[in-house]
């Protein structure tokens, strides 16, 4: 469907170049933004590689279960508190790629959550296989959502503290000090 200007209004225009139509564009299409999300992908797997070398695994998959629930909780702080930063571009953006997309998706890992489940049920651990991906699952999800709650919580308290001064006038100013 076009409108009058036989322009598509589902379809952004494409005509203008700036800024904001960088922001619209995927960031795969930008090789810039692609190395940002491997830094951080490479920086996140050399820290699950840490975390899961330090963690037994003798009864439990307790690096993969570990990196797996932190990481759920550092995505949902993270996008919590861009959320409330405003849109997503420029720094935030590339914040949000570089911790997000890269290094929190490089530190979790489900692939290896499927892989440690099927082995506890090929070595008839079939209990200890359904807690660990079920407890994976619970408390990566209510880690999310805590993390969704302390991000957006930092940054109206942020907020909040920003703009504190400027409403509260002159008269905020201690003696002594210079406004």
Do not use: C, K
Request: glycine share 14%; charged share 20%.
């Amino acid at each position: 469907m076009t409108d009058a200007s036989g322009d598509r209004p589902d379809r952004p225009d494409r005509s203008h170049r700036g800024e904001a139509a960088a922001a619209r564009s995927p960031a795969h299409r930008s090789p810039r933004l692609v190395a940002v999300v491997a830094a951080g992908g490479a920086l996140g797997t050399a820290a699950r590689y840490a975390v899961s070398s330090l963690a037994p695994d003798d009864t439990w998959p307790w690096g993969t279960w570990s990196v797996n629930v932190v990481g759920a909780l550092g995505l949902g702080v993270l996008l919590g508190w861009l959320a409330l930063r405003g849109p997503d571009e420029g720094r935030r953006r590339e914040v949000r790629l570089l911790v997000g997309t890269g290094f929190l998706g490089g530190f979790t890992t489900y692939s290896a959550l499927a892989v440690e489940t099927q082995g506890l049920l090929a070595a008839g651990r079939d209990g200890t296989a359904l807690a660990y991906a079920l407890s994976t699952a619970v408390l990566g999800l209510a880690a999310s959502l805590g993390g969704l709650r302390i991000g957006a919580t930092g940054a109206r308290r942020l907020e909040r503290a920003r703009s504190a001064p400027e409403a509260a006038g002159p008269a905020a100013v201690a003696p002594g000090e210079q406004p």
